[in-house]
């Protein structure tokens, strides 16, 4: 029996597919907590975007999505750094209720599991292992807190941290959109 199989029981895939949809909506209320709040209060809509889609990336350590996220960034990459630096100080954001705190839970949550996963190639299960390394350190070098599974669901049981994550991003999206 796989350890997905006998961490889950019947249906990995399923929480798989649930955390991977938690990830979008985190990230979604992320970029939308920032726009709103932070960015097009400053620098109106088209501009609050770049903002805060490229904090956003920052977050995440994700690059541009298109040309002009590119020429963004390039342009500001280091006000925008400066900017993810700040959102330790959010308390929307950073902390035990805070968006950014969980999509790095979530993401580091799900990059765990495909290492373990049998059905996962050794090359990918390398990419998810840097991947975890690299969000550890950059949530370390923004001073962003990152929640275990005792903080989001009291329990150890995967099952229910999955489930904890889930029931928060859309919560945290709802409040925010």
Request: glycine residues 6%.
């Amino acid at each position: 029996m796989g350890f997905l199989t006998r961490l889950f029981g019947r249906g990995p895939q399923e929480y798989l597919k649930s955390l991977d949809e938690s990830i979008n909506l985190l990230r979604l209320g992320v970029f939308t907590y920032l726009f709103k709040n932070r960015y097009v209060p400053k620098f109106g809509k088209k501009e609050g975007s770049l903002w805060a889609a490229s904090v956003l990336n920052t977050l995440v350590l994700q690059s541009p999505g298109n040309e002009q996220a590119k020429l963004f960034y390039k342009k500001n990459d280091d006000a925008i750094l400066k900017e993810a630096s700040s959102i330790c100080r959010d308390p929307e954001l950073t902390g035990l209720t805070g968006g950014a705190s969980y999509l790095y839970a979530a993401e580091i949550l799900y990059s765990t599991a495909m290492t373990r996963s049998p059905q996962t190639d050794h090359e990918t299960k390398q990419l998810h292992s840097e991947r975890i390394q690299d969000l550890e350190q950059q949530a370390a070098r923004l001073t962003i807190w990152i929640p275990n599974s005792s903080h989001i669901c009291g329990s150890t049981d995967v099952k229910d941290c999955i489930n904890g994550i889930a029931n928060f991003a859309k919560n945290f999206l709802n409040r925010h959109a």
